[in-house]
C-alpha cells in the first residue's frame, strides 16, 4: 500500500507496521473512493454553477439559513470593532479637523470662483475667435482699473504695457466689439480711452450702405450708453437695427478696420441743422468689461498669450 | 449517537463558517481572513482520518462556496477542502499507534502550514483556470501567504480544542483495532 511505502523507513520496521496496521488500512481503503467521488463531485458542481444558474436555489437555501447567523456575529461584533477608533489622541483628531477645514475653505473657493474661471475662460475662446475670424494679432489684457468719475473722462487701465508690445493708439477691442483705443502706456499697465469719452470720435461705417460717419461719445458710463454717428452725407437715411463697423485708419492706427462698434438705435431728422443725427448703441457692455484685447502690429513679442492667427495656419 | 456526532461536527463546521465571514472581516489583515473552516476539517483530519476528513471538507466547502457573501462558481472550496482533508488524513502518524496517537505541536502546525498553502492554491488555481476572477498570480501567492499565516497563528486557539472534541465524538475503535 502506498500509506506504508511512504512512510516506512526501514524495512523491518515496515514490515512490523504491516501486521500492526492491517486493521487501519482495510479501514482506509474505501477512503480513496470516497475522494474520487467527493472531487468528481466538486468538479460536477463547479460545471454545474459555471453552466449557470442551476445552483442558484441552494445558494438562497444556503443564504437564507445562514444570513441571520452573520447577522447576529456582525452586530455582536460590530460595537467591538469600533473599540480602536475611541482611543484616538484629540492630538490626532484636532490634526485631522484642521485639515479638513483647510480642505473645505478650499473647495468653497473653487466652487465660489467656478463661474467667474468659466466666463473668463469663454470670454478668451470667444476673444481668440474673433481675432482670427478678423486675422489680427491680439494681447489678452484684463481691465484693473476704471477711471475715477471725478477726471470726467472714460478711461481704463488694463494690465498689459509696453513689455507685452503695446503702445499708444492701438486698438482695444472685446469679444463683443470695439472697446477704445490706447492712449498711453507704462511698463505694465495701459490707459485705455473708451468709446464713450467725450473726447474720442471713431470713424464708422454703416454696414448695410458703406456710408461714413463719425462717432463721438456723450461722456455718460452707466445707465443706457449711447453714441452720436454723424453721417458724412447728410442724404443718407441710416436704418434702425444697422450695425456699424470701423473704417479704420492708415496703419490700423488708431482704428483698424472692420471691428464691429454698434447698432442704430434711433434716427432723428434735424431740421434747422439740416443733418441727421443718428444714435448708435455700442455692442460693448462697458460696465462689466474684463477681458479685452490689444491689436498689436504683427511681429510684436511678448511673454503673455498672444492671440496671432498666422500661427494657426503655419 | 452517530447522527449526535454528525451534527456536532456539522455544528462546529456552521460555527466557523459564519465566524469567517462575519467575525473576521472586522479583524482582516490585508483583507484577508483566517481560514477557520479549512482549520476544523485538518482538526478533523488529524483525528480521524482522510475519509471522514475529505466528507467533512466537500461539506464545510460547500458551505462556503454557498454561505451569502460568495459569489465564485460553488465546488471551487469543496475541491480544495475535500484534498484538503485527504491530505492532512494522510499526515497522521501511522507509525506511531495508528489513529490513536496524539500529533505533537509542532506536526500540528506544520499540517496547518501545508493545508492551508494547499487549499489556498487549490482555490486560487481554480479560479485561474475557470477565470473566475481573473487576478494576477503575484497577488494570489501574496493572499495565499497571509492566509497561511493567519491560519497559523489561529492553530494554537482553535485546533486542539477541536481535535480533543472529535476524539471525544470518535466512536471507540480500540475494539478491533
Redesign the interface.
Known amino acids: 500500500m502506498a500509506?506504508g511505502e511512504?512512510?516506512g523507513?526501514g524495512p523491518e520496521?515496515r514490515e512490523k507496521?504491516w501486521r500492526?496496521?492491517d486493521?487501519?488500512d482495510a479501514?482506509?481503503r474505501?477512503?480513496r473512493s470516497?475522494?474520487v467521488a467527493?472531487?468528481l463531485?466538486?468538479?460536477?458542481?463547479?460545471?454545474?454553477?459555471?453552466a449557470g444558474g442551476i445552483?442558484d436555489p441552494?445558494?438562497d437555501?444556503?443564504?437564507e439559513a445562514?444570513?441571520p447567523?452573520?447577522?447576529f456575529?456582525?452586530g455582536v461584533?460590530?460595537p467591538?470593532?469600533s473599540v480602536p477608533r475611541y482611543f484616538r489622541t484629540k492630538g490626532s483628531l484636532e490634526d485631522e479637523v484642521g485639515a479638513l477645514e483647510d480642505e473645505n475653505s478650499q473647495l468653497r473657493q473653487q466652487l465660489a470662483t467656478a463661474g467667474y474661471d468659466r466666463n473668463r475662460l469663454r470670454e478668451y475662446d470667444k476673444l481668440s475667435q474673433s481675432a482670427a475670424a478678423q486675422g489680427h494679432t491680439i494681447v489678452a489684457a484684463h481691465v484693473i482699473g476704471h477711471g475715477a468719475a471725478q477726471a470726467f473722462s472714460q478711461t481704463v487701465t488694463i494690465d498689459a504695457g509696453t513689455t507685452d508690445g503695446v503702445h499708444a493708439d492701438l486698438t482695444v477691442v472685446s469679444d463683443d466689439g470695439l472697446v477704445g483705443r490706447v492712449v498711453a502706456a507704462t511698463r505694465k499697465t495701459a490707459t485705455v480711452l473708451l468709446l464713450l469719452d467725450r473726447d474720442s470720435v471713431v470713424g464708422g461705417r454703416l454696414g448695410s450702405s458703406m456710408e461714413l460717419g463719425f462717432l463721438q461719445g456723450r461722456g455718460q458710463f452707466g445707465g443706457d450708453p449711447t453714441l452720436d454717428m454723424k453721417l458724412v452725407d447728410a442724404a443718407v437715411v441710416a436704418n434702425e437695427g444697422d450695425s456699424v463697423l470701423t473704417f479704420g485708419s492708415e496703419d490700423g492706427a488708431p482704428y483698424i478696420a472692420g471691428v464691429p462698434i454698434g447698432t442704430v438705435r434711433a434716427v432723428f431728422s434735424s431740421p434747422r441743422e439740416t443733418s441727421r443725427r443718428v444714435e448708435i448703441t455700442p455692442f460693448v457692455d462697458f460696465t462689466s468689461l474684463d477681458l479685452v484685447g490689444v491689436v498689436v502690429p504683427t511681429g510684436s513679442t511678448t511673454d503673455r498669450a498672444l492671440v496671432d492667427p498666422r500661427k494657426d495656419e503655419r | 449517537m452517530s447522527l449526535f456526532r454528525g451534527v456536532i461536527a456539522v455544528l462546529a463546521l456552521?460555527v466557523a463558517?459564519?465566524?469567517q465571514?462575519?467575525?473576521f472581516p472586522?479583524?482582516t489583515w490585508r483583507g484577508v481572513v483566517p481560514d477557520l473552516a479549512l482549520l476544523v476539517v485538518v482538526a478533523a483530519a488529524l483525528t480521524r482520518?482522510?475519509?471522514y476528513a475529505?466528507?467533512l471538507?466537500?461539506a464545510a466547502?460547500?458551505?462556503l462556496?454557498?454561505?451569502?457573501p460568495a459569489d465564485h462558481?460553488?465546488?471551487?472550496w469543496?475541491?480544495a477542502l475535500?484534498?484538503v482533508g485527504?491530505v492532512a488524513?494522510?499526515m497522521r502518524?501511522?507509525?506511531q499507534g495508528?489513529?490513536g496517537a496524539q500529533p505533537s505541536a509542532s506536526m500540528v502546525v506544520a499540517a496547518v502550514a501545508a493545508c492551508s498553502f494547499l487549499g489556498n492554491s487549490v482555490f486560487a488555481l481554480?479560479g485561474l483556470i475557470?477565470q473566475d476572477p481573473a487576478v494576477p498570480v503575484a497577488e494570489m501567492l501574496e493572499v495565499i501567504l497571509v492566509a497561511l499565516v493567519w491560519d497559523v497563528l489561529l492553530t494554537p486557539f482553535i485546533v486542539p480544542p477541536l481535535m480533543y472534541l472529535f476524539r471525544r465524538l470518535e466512536p471507540a475503535r480500540s475494539a478491533?483495532?
Not at chain 1, 463531485?41 to 459555471?50: E, G
Not at chain 2, 462558481?73 to 471551487?76: E, I, L, N, S, W
Open positions: 500509506v511512504k512512510w523507513d520496521r507496521r500492526a496496521l486493521g487501519f479501514r482506509d474505501p477512503s470516497t475522494l467527493l472531487v463531485a466538486s468538479v460536477t458542481l463547479i460545471t454545474l454553477d459555471h445552483l441552494a445558494r437555501v444556503v443564504g445562514l444570513g447567523a452573520e447577522q456575529t456582525n461584533v460590530q467591538f470593532a | 456552521l463558517v459564519v465566524l465571514v462575519s467575525l472586522h479583524l482520518g482522510p475519509q475529505a466528507v471538507g466537500f466547502g460547500l458551505l462556496d454557498l454561505a451569502p462558481y460553488v465546488g471551487r469543496a475541491l475535500v484534498i485527504h488524513g494522510r502518524m501511522p507509525g495508528g489513529q481554480g475557470l478491533y483495532a
